[in-house]
């Protein structure tokens, strides 16, 4: 969701993957504590975009919460901490509600922006302990590792070039503000952006003597309207 709680071209886009006409669209905000502000946000870009939009709350009420993820055409996990998203995800078995679903071949979508991404990895750059740092955690649904930011927001990008380059994580993709990586079944099938110069960059080690340990490489992006 844009600033000013309109939805972007990112939304529409995974809107539209879901191919139903009034999808179930489930936003979690647990990396924000279930900030409210957040939750408004969510409410009134989702209100223009013909869904039904339903909300996961694990800081109060998780009980009964827990059942909208298992109906939802397209889960939207939002920004925030990393580490505290996937310490509470599995303590409440939402990470156990999505694989199963995955496992036995449920047709819906996933979205998530930076920690809401970043998750899904086996590691990713994370603010959660203060400054910015290499995180080897995650629920590896996803191979390799995540960068979010990766054109802002302080030390992200040296953070997570370092780290690959010396193992501290395996190679992965970073992202740039705006710019996202479709994946299918575990498979990539393509990079979006919305907003031009936004990329999506492969970030792999390599021996290369004159790489420094990183290799970074630009992917060819597809422009959102």
């Not at 800081?59 to 397209?74: P, T, Y």
């Not at 990079?191 to 080690?205: I, K, L």
Request: with cysteine; proline share 5%.
């Amino acid at each position: 969701m844009a600033p000013d709680g309109m939805p972007t071209a990112l939304d529409r886009y995974l809107v539209e993957l879901t191919g139903k006409s009034a999808p179930l669209v489930c936003f979690a905000p647990t990396a924000s504590a279930d900030d409210p502000q957040y939750i408004n946000r969510f409410l009134m870009a989702y209100s223009q975009l013909h869904v039904r939009p339903s909300v996961l709350t694990l800081w109060g009420n998780a009980g009964s919460s827990l059942e909208r993820l298992k109906e939802a055409d397209l889960v939207l996990i939002g920004l925030g901490s990393t580490v505290n998203l996937v310490a509470l995800w599995q303590a409440h078995g939402v990470d156990a509600i999505l694989r199963t679903r995955m496992d036995r071949g449920d047709d819906f979508v996933i979205g998530g922006i930076a920690a809401g991404a970043g998750c899904f990895f086996q590691g990713s750059v994370t603010d959660t302990f203060g400054d910015a740092r290499a995180w080897a955690g995650g629920f590896g649904l996803l191979p390799g590792s995540f960068c979010s930011h990766f054109d802002g927001k302080g030390q992200y990008a040296p953070v997570y070039t370092e780290a690959v380059a010396t193992g501290g994580l395996p190679g992965g993709f970073a992202c740039d503000d705006g710019a996202g990586i479709h994946y299918v079944d575990g498979e990539v099938r393509g990079f979006v952006t919305e907003r031009d110069g936004a990329g999506v960059y492969s970030v792999m080690p390599t021996t290369e003597p004159t790489a420094s340990g990183v290799l970074v490489e630009a992917e060819e992006m597809a422009a959102l309207q």
